[in-house]
């Protein structure tokens, strides 16, 4: 069994030399790593990054469940999975490598990295740092933007996500509160490393007033989520 598989859902309208900054900072050439593009409409050449790359339109943990289902033991061959944003620059050399010994030492079951700007700073306020070791924060939840899964649990959160009928309702808002508070539940462990940082200096204003639209749709619909599968 290999240490690490990363995984992004990709097409965001960036350039493409944006996008080879941003995939040459991750160093995927060394470790194995696949791709789902939401975007057909792209000429960039994502093969040239990615291990396998398939086409699905759809949201990023959806697309994430998407590519395990369609990738023969995906998790069965890797001890943890990143699922990362494809357009977050990781501020550190050997970022994966040094993610893996943290994981390891602290036995997490899922772990994250903080943005440069503010490693503490989260747009969430169920954030709630309860322990504070050498290394990380140990947390009851952390962002989607970077997150890093232990395979095991990965396979019981896909099997819940569809036998329970969540897919049906939960596709984007709502995806990071029932990763996290499923890992919790389950006596898994959320940490937040204090040392490794990304960045992401080229996101647009647009993107925050598209987030501000959905506010009625996180008021009605994530406290119905929460309430009926118990998370």
Known sequence: MKDLFIFTSAGSDLSAYYKHKVFYSWGVKNFDSGCVVFNKNTDFNYDRYFNKVLYNQNFKF??????????????DKYKYIIVIDDDLL???????????????????????IGNSTDIKKSSHDIMNTTSLINEL???????????????????????????????????????????????????????IIK?????????????????????????????????????
Request: glycine share 4%; net charge positive; charged share 20%.
């Open 90 to 112: 990781l501020n550190q050399n050997n970022t994966f490598t040094k993610l893996i010994k943290v994981l390891q030492k602290y036995k997490l079951g899922i772990c994250s």
């Open 137 to 191: 924060w140990i947390t009851n939840f952390c962002e989607m933007g970077f997150m890093c899964i232990r395979s095991d649990l990965l396979s019981k959160i896909i099997k819940y996500y569809y036998n329970s009928g969540l897919d049906k309702i939960c596709k984007d808002f709502g995806m990071d509160f029932f990763v996290c508070n499923y890992a919790i539940n389950n006596s898994y462990n959320i940490g």
């Open 195 to 231: 040392n490794m940082t990304y960045t992401n200096p080229f996101r647009k204003r647009v993107v925050e007033i598209i987030q501000m639209n959905k506010i009625k749709y996180l008021t009605n619909i994530r406290p119905k989520i929460i309430k009926k599968y118990d998370i």
């Open 62 to 75: 959806p697309n994430l469940f998407f590519y395990i289902k369609n990738v023969t033991n995906l998790c």
